[in-house]
């Protein structure tokens, strides 16, 4: 299946081991909105990680769709757990509300994929990416195994496939944050979920002393940071 995202697929080099080469290379589009991530851009201007019923989220793809309009959302990326089925109906629902005169967020493509990192269980998020064939050992609908569960062959995935890959919720693992980020950094991921709100608050907000270690320890490694909501509910403004 081909996700049509502004004819991303092939610009980014990687070696052949998905590490990224050193030297010039074009930025993916993403990377000059992400620059403008902060600790507020979440949940009314951008949200780069919820869920649908094409995983374990509650609401539809187009539910979703229209409700990130209504937030008044610029960009957002669904990232449901090994799927992007919502990308195609959530674009569609999108296109449907620009004829209708809405101005509507711009929709990048995005999957949720475990990986092994450091020995520990993470998740990772492919963002923007073009060319959806090189992920389709992670989409469908289960989480990959042997070699192609660890986060160097994910970020390879995701490299080939035009996208970014980002370490979600770095902080809510069994490894300290500090350690999987500068494993992550090693392995050639693209950016970090910088913003996230782990006390899990009715209304989204970034829990503050955590994210302000993450969002050092990121520039530090010149890591890019995002923001999502992790919406599994019914209210985009939240958990
Ligand atoms: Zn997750
Ligand atoms: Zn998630």
Known sequence: MHVNVDGIGSSRPSSPR???RPGPRSPHPLEKILATVGPHSCPGQYNFHCHTTCSDGTLTPEELATQATE????HLAITDHHSHQAYGLAQQTIEALVRHGHAVPKLWSGT???GILHTCLVHILALGYGDAAPLMCY???QAAHGEAL???A???AIHRAGGLAILA???RYRLDFRVLIREAQRLGFDGVETWYDYD???QWQASPWICHQVDQLRQDLGLLATCGTDTHSTDLRGR
């Open 154 to 156: 994910v970020v390879a």
């Open 139 to 141: 989409t469908q609908g």
């Open 112 to 114: 949720e994929i475990n």
């Open 200 to 202: 899990m608050m009715p």
């Open 150 to 152: 660890g986060a160097a």
């Open 71 to 74: 937030l008044g959302l610029e």
């Open 169 to 171: 919720h770095p902080a």
């Open 18 to 20: 998905g590490v990224p």
